[in-house]
């Protein structure tokens, strides 16, 4: 899109994106063409573009709440006379009179600001909460656990939480654990269904052995379940040979993104998925039959392969490497995400090109492992420490530095677990406990067994 002098062209890419980022790509387009600049004022209405923009892009939503907090008294009472009835309006009422109380009498107004402008300001106790309570309402608490409203904090300890789903009832957990109300959080915890992460949770808030023996029985190893096993000092069990080398021409080229999209279509209708398993055991299909396998023994054999990828002395940066890969792309060297990540370590185009690499040979796993150490080594070099690290190569190192430093905690009596479920981004959150499970898990492969996550979060 940056690239092509023609507008025609750089709509046809736009079109092309599996999701369009409306700020980012059509800001774009606005610098080829007039109409796409209009569009972008419209979408993007900031204070500099209120003269410009027509009032039904302000009444759609094109003005942030955000925006919104900064105008000055008098651009607001002339755009509240222009705007018709509607939470927009409504909104703008709320910042002319600096009375943001009513906003949690109505439904849509109130969720229009929970999930967009969770400030300070709308803080305030509730007592009836009937009106958000729809299959939406864990996004209310989950905004206000991770946005530190005390007043709304405090109104939702008193809600009746039985009736909820999981979901709603896990951020009423984490509400009534930053509370520090352990009965409470007790009581919810034990409504919930059961998995590893509440067996975890109901063990630190007990101590009772049998949620202590329930992780123990679980085979799969995760976060939750490799600390248990550490601290029972059990070993965990680890597949990863799985070739054999009995296919002499594989079907698929781990290296062509067309062959991988036609391998997922022919995974996603397999019925027999052993026997398609087989026709994979090939070294150069190491990858794609570890993801079959996995999903055949029904995620019960913790499969970690060890494809040749790269070579260091240090093992403890190996062991990182390996977590960071099989995270990324689970090894498949032409792996490409819904955001454009590339190759075995997903990096993004923005940043191969701030490395000097190229952007078309990233399926080639060899350049693409090169880059992606290249970031990792600059990412420990500004933050240290392995967890952080990354939540860095997930989410960047400025919302590391923005919103993971300044809020976390390692010493508490739940923590640091407490604060690792308080990421505030949700990919970030899971990915932070994956990516240090599987560097505990590599690193015992390559030899190294004194890395272990009690090490690693004491630090």
């Known amino acids: 899109m940056k690239e092509t002098n023609s507008t025609v062209l750089a709509y046809k890419a736009y079109n092309s994106l599996y999701k369009p980022k409306p700020f980012l790509h059509l800001k774009i387009l606005a610098q080829k063409d007039k109409l796409f600049e209009n569009i972008y004022k419209c979408i993007n209405v900031k204070k500099e573009y209120l003269n410009d923009v027509d009032v039904s892009c302000i009444q759609d939503g094109g003005l942030t709440l955000k925006t919104i907090s900064t105008l000055d008294k008098k651009t607001l009472i002339n755009l509240y006379t222009k705007l018709a009835n509607g939470k927009v309006k409504e909104a703008i009422k709320c910042f002319i009179d600096n009375d943001f109380s009513k906003i949690f009498k109505n439904r849509d107004l109130g969720y229009y600001f929970i999930l967009n402008f969770p400030d300070k300001r709308i803080d305030q106790y509730i007592n009836n909460f009937s009106i958000f309570e729809d299959s939406y309402f864990y996004m209310f608490v989950k905004s206000v656990v991770l946005n530190n409203l005390p007043k709304l904090s405090d109104s939702l300890l008193k809600i009746d939480y039985k009736k909820f789903d999981d979901k709603t009832k896990w951020w009423l957990f984490l509400n009534a654990m930053k509370c520090n109300k352990e009965k409470l959080a007790l009581n919810i915890l034990k409504s919930i269904t059961k998995n590893s992460k509440t067996d975890f949770w109901l063990w630190r808030l007990t101590d009772e052995k049998k949620y202590f023996n329930a992780l123990l029985k679980r085979t799969r190893i995760d976060f939750y379940t490799l600390y248990a096993y550490e601290e029972a000092n059990k070993k965990f069990f680890i597949k990863n040979k799985i070739i054999y080398n009995s296919v002499k021409s594989p079907e698929y080229n781990e290296s062509n993104p067309w062959d991988i999209l036609k391998f997922f279509n022919d995974f996603k209708k397999s019925e027999d998925l052993f026997a398609f398993a087989r026709k994979l055991d090939n070294s150069a299909t190491l990858a794609l039959k570890a993801l079959v396998l996995d999903k055949a023994f029904n995620y019960k054999i913790n499969i970690f392969i060890t494809p040749d990828i790269y070579k260091d002395k240090n093992i403890s940066f190996k062991s990182f490497v390996y977590a960071i890969a099989r995270q990324e792309s689970r090894f498949i060297p032409s792996s490409v995400s819904r955001s ?120």
């Not at 809020?407 to 505030?424: A, C, D, Q, T, W």
């Open 340 to 459: 454009y990540a590339l190759g075995t370590m997903q990096i993004m185009p923005f940043l191969v090109r701030a490395m000097k690499g190229d952007v078309f040979r990233q399926f080639n796993y060899r350049e693409n492992i090169i880059l992606g150490v290249k970031h990792l080594k600059w990412l420990f070099s500004k933050l240290k420490d392995p967890l952080t690290v990354a939540y860095a190569y997930n989410g960047g190192i400025g919302f590391v530095k923005r919103k993971i430093i300044p809020n976390f905690k390692y010493k508490g009596k739940y923590e640091p677990f407490l604060s690792m479920e308080l990421i505030p981004l949700d990919e970030s959150r899971e990915y932070g406990k994956k990516v240090i499970t599987n560097y505990v898990i590599y690193s015992h492969i390559f030899g190294d067994e004194n890395i272990t996550l009690h090490k690693l979060l004491k630090k």
